[in-house]
């Protein structure tokens, strides 16, 4: 079984930015209502939705550490797969009710303050610049950063069009651009957030993670040495970055089978990022032993050449 490693300066930048932008939000939504500002609910708005992204990140961090159980045999990480089901709605739920109200606030925008929304968004471009470097090292590898510096940066480009908005009211009266803005920020947040509403179903359903191609999977099994068929496979994701994967394979021969299991375990993690396979070898050049009711998805099996029969 292989251990894993847990980089604690990495939770503890997680914790850092979660924390960092739930207190950014909290003044923004302060503002917003004080103002009468859908540009700042609106960023706001976005910012929750990243918040509940870190806190996920964070969440994910510090429970791949909890050990499994006799009850819970791969520990709590799936828990981190049903979360984002909840973000995802809330999200939705919440972009909907601000493009409503920016639509209904086109008839008779309201004055909003300028300066105060040009200061509040100002201190967001600050905020999220700031918390993107917290977690800048190691994003070009490390998928969990990598989703959490990129949507720090776009929360930044966000603050930056509630600045240029606020620009706008002050110095121009264009009172239109407080829920035009806001109208943006919400088709831009309820895209993602079905997009995440997609991603967040496909792994509840145990689908194929995103970025694993199944059939190269398949192939590139098929082409081990001894492999004469292949059947049951299955790959779907545990939740905090691991990968699982269980497959019959069936040999020609019979000698060497640790040594098989380790190199094709390791080209799986090293190829395409499965980290937990579970491989049970059978002799032979085909199998049938378990091709009955009891076995419903593993009716499909493949050859050595990826021919099913």
Known sequence: MHGHAHDHDGTRAFAWVTLINLAYTALEVGYGFATNSLALLSDALHNFGDVLG????????????????????YGWRRATLLSPLANALLLVGFSGALAWEAVRRFAEPPQVPGPTVMAVAAIGIAVNLGAAWLVRDGHDHDLNRRGAFLHLVADAAVSLAAVLAGAGIWWLGWDWLDPTTALLVAVVVAIGAFGLLRDAFD???????????????????????GVAALHHLHIWSLGAGEVALTAHVVRTTDDEHDAFIDAVGDGLDTRFGINHPTLQIERGTACTHDCSGRAAHGHAHADAHGHPH
């Not at 961090?61 to 045999?73: D, F, I, S, V």
């Open 54 to 73: 870190l806190g996920l990140a964070w969440a994910a961090a510090a429970m791949a550490r909890r050990m499994p159980t006799e009850r819970h045999t």
């Open 203 to 225: 792994a509840a359903m145990d689908a194929v993670p995103r970025g694993i191609d199944q059939a190269a999977v398949r192939a590139w099994l098929l082409a081990q040495p």
